[in-house]
């Protein structure tokens, strides 16, 4: 009986890891179709909390009417027709100033759970006039300052809880649902002032809010400054600002924004409100309004309730080192056929793969009951202790499936470590894979792949 050559064994066992890159695949569809069961449980959980929340205002809104002269021409007869129509002015503070405490709350739903927060805001806002109204395209005289409106934008209202309290120059004002800032997809509330004084007004309000996964911040106007604290050691930073100070420890946060105007670009009057925002997310767009698509483009600062430690992003990404698991497994095996005259079947190397995939189905069913730590550790070791016990068998005994043991608790182990490193786990993996290559080609170095021989049992009868 002709034996097979080296090198096609070496054939013969890629083509099976080959296969095993099927199921492989789908293991990587499994996890995703999980992660996109937990986004919906977590959405379920937060129905009736608030979703991701955007924040706006105070604003002032001034009606003003605007006289148009314009010569008509009836039945020959020329005539001066005179219109009044009525627009609106925004005005944002000269100075704002908010306080934030994050109280965050973990919520769970069977398997799946998610973190929402109370915001309890607290604000003061300075408004002032501008003298220069005219080139705004209106004069003081057409304002109809005793119709103003302040407004507060929160984009999922259904967030809102107690009563918000709101005082404008110390006197407390009657708030109504709606109408709120465009910037939160106009819902909100508002209240109707009579500033007819014209001179500086002070407003000072407090809110409590629900939301989750994050809180943005639109700030306008002058000067903003925000002061956000909170028990939860995660927090992520995005927007277009990031905050000027922030302490983290396993305590909680404080973070601290000073955004002024010439940072924002905006003008103190406007004659249209700012156009919604989008606020991307690592599940995607946490807010996304109804208004067109090139209009959401306002500067933002965003607070993330950032998971510690996501369960699906950790098993997805040990996923795709799985066929580094095969690849080393197999090659250990063809070592052992080779050169150490060991005999490995194709059927072997196949239920040997099968096993080294269903780690990770074992892994992403234990991580999502308790933990993905533990959950590592117990598939890892059911894993090892069976490929061993069968390598036992497929080797001839029990000192090379003892080494057998040992490279799967040594893969095991690295790829924890590489899973746990973010900026490092390039090159550390890099370098693994540079020292494994060079092992195999020295213990391959006297082989010769295309040689063909008999058999041990023919050579010897």
Known sequence: MQERSPGFKLVLAGLVGLVLMIPLIMVYGLVSDRQHQARVAQDSITAGSGGAQVVSGPVLVIPYEERRVSNETVNGVATTRTQTIRKQLFLSPEQHKLETALEPERKRKALYETVIYLAQMDG????????????????????LLDEAQIRFGTSDPRGLRA?????????????????????????????????????????????????????TLVPRGGQTDWKV?????????????????SEISSDGFTANWSIGNLALGQSMV?????????????????????????????????????????????????????????????????LFDVVGGARVAPAEYLLTGAGLVLFFVMLLAFAEVMGFALAYVLASAAIIGLLTAYSAAVLGGWKRAGFIGVLLTALYAGLYILLSLEAASLIVGSLSMFLAL?????????????????SEELAES
Do not use: C
């Not at 003061?124 to 304002?143: C, E, I, K, N, Y």
């Not at 004002?173 to 909100?188: C, D, H, K, T």
């Not at 156009?275 to 698509?293: A, H, I, M």
């Not at 060079?438 to 008999?454: D, H, I, L, Q």
């Open 270 to 334: 406007m004659q249209e409100d700012l156009p919604p925002v989008r606020v991307n997310n690592f599940s995607g767009d946490v807010y996304t309004s109804s208004e067109p698509v090139e209009a959401a483009s306002g500067k933002t600062a965003t607070i993330r309730m950032v998971e510690p430690a996501d369960i699906y992003a950790q098993v997805d990404r040990s996923v795709k080192y799985g066929f580094l698991f095969i690849g080393f497994t197999f090659l250990t095996y063809l």
């Open 124 to 143: 003061t806002a300075r408004f002032v006039l501008p003298d220069d109204l005219s080139r705004f395209g209106a004069t003081r005289d057409q304002l």
């Open 229 to 245: 604290s909170s028990p939860w050691a995660h927090p992520g930073f995005g927007g277009s600002f990031l905050p000027d100070r």
């Open 438 to 454: 060079a092992g195999v080609m020295y213990a391959t170095r006297n082989v010769e792949w295309s040689r063909a021989g008999r």
């Open 163 to 215: 009563v918000a309290d709101v005082r404008v120059d110390g006197e407390p004002i009657e708030l109504q649902p709606g109408e709120g800032v465009r910037s939160s997809g106009g819902a909100g509330f508002h209240g109707n002032i009579d500033w007819s004084s014209g001179e500086p007004l002070s407003v000072a309000y407090d809110y409590t809010l629900r939301g989750s996964l994050s809180l």
